[in-house]
């Protein structure tokens, strides 16, 4: 079936650690996000890739960083420089025609003590 | 300034009650998208409906309608009949980018369907 995958569900990290959280699609979408969900605030727009090789950031980038090294693949690597980094990370993707809809991943959820 | 507004945080119905969810927009642009997302208890989104502006018709399916009003730059999203399953917090968003790269979600409203 396609979709989108992320692995894992739950993750918990001790601070100062960085982490990277895996996002993979067969689905042959060009475009890839990360979000990140806070309880109340919605979605915020961590990073964006439009192509392989190349990545735009988005609303809250800082302390984050991520690679587009293949199609199908989008990780994100939350660093020690990310102040505030316990929250529920989104990943989707997008064809690059209309429709223009993104479809989401299950989601990871990240605890960091 | 919020770009989506979903005014109502929570909401709480009987089985079997309608149930609309609001969802104002605000843009300057002439071509937008507009999309409704429901997320259950497991987290992932679930893609329920995309609008362009330019198609101002109202869509049902099956127990879902929405209503997209350009006048009142609202896009709103009724459930008839409610069901225990449709308990989940939903999400509006706007697309004003033409390549559909830059998504503004609202907060979402999260609807408790109690049997």
């Known amino acids: 079936d396609g979709g989108i995958t992320q692995s894992p569900k739950y993750l918990f990290r001790k601070e100062g650690q960085n982490v990277t959280l895996s996002c993979e699609q067969n689905l042959n979408h060009d475009a890839m996000y990360w979000y990140r969900q806070d309880p109340g605030q919605g979605l915020r727009l961590i990073y964006y890739s439009q192509i392989v090789n190349d990545f735009q950031k988005g609303d809250i980038a800082e302390g984050y960083s991520v690679s587009r090294e293949k199609k199908e693949s989008f990780p994100l690597t939350v660093t020690s420089a990310q102040k505030n980094p316990t929250a529920f990370y989104l990943c989707?993707?997008?064809?690059?025609?209309?429709?223009?809809?993104?479809?989401f991943g299950p989601g990871t959820r990240l605890t960091v003590t | 300034a919020q770009k989506v507004t979903q005014a109502q945080t929570e909401i709480s119905v009987v089985e079997k009650e309608d149930v609309t969810l609001d969802c104002v927009y605000e843009t300057r642009d002439t071509t937008y998208y507009l999309f409704w997302y429901k997320q259950p208890p497991s987290g992932e989104l679930v893609f329920l409906i995309r609008r362009n502006s330019f198609d101002e018709q109202n869509e049902i399916s099956g127990r879902y309608s929405w209503n997209f009003q350009k006048s009142t730059s609202s896009f709103n999203f009724t459930i008839t009949a409610s069901q225990v399953v449709d308990s989940a917090v939903y999400f509006c968003?706007?697309?004003?980018?033409?390549?559909?790269?830059?998504?503004?979600f609202g907060t979402g409203t999260s609807l408790t369907v109690i049997p």
């Open positions: 968003a706007l697309s004003e980018d033409d390549t559909g790269n830059q998504f503004y």
């Open positions: 989707a993707s997008r064809a690059a025609v209309v429709p223009y809809e993104q479809y």
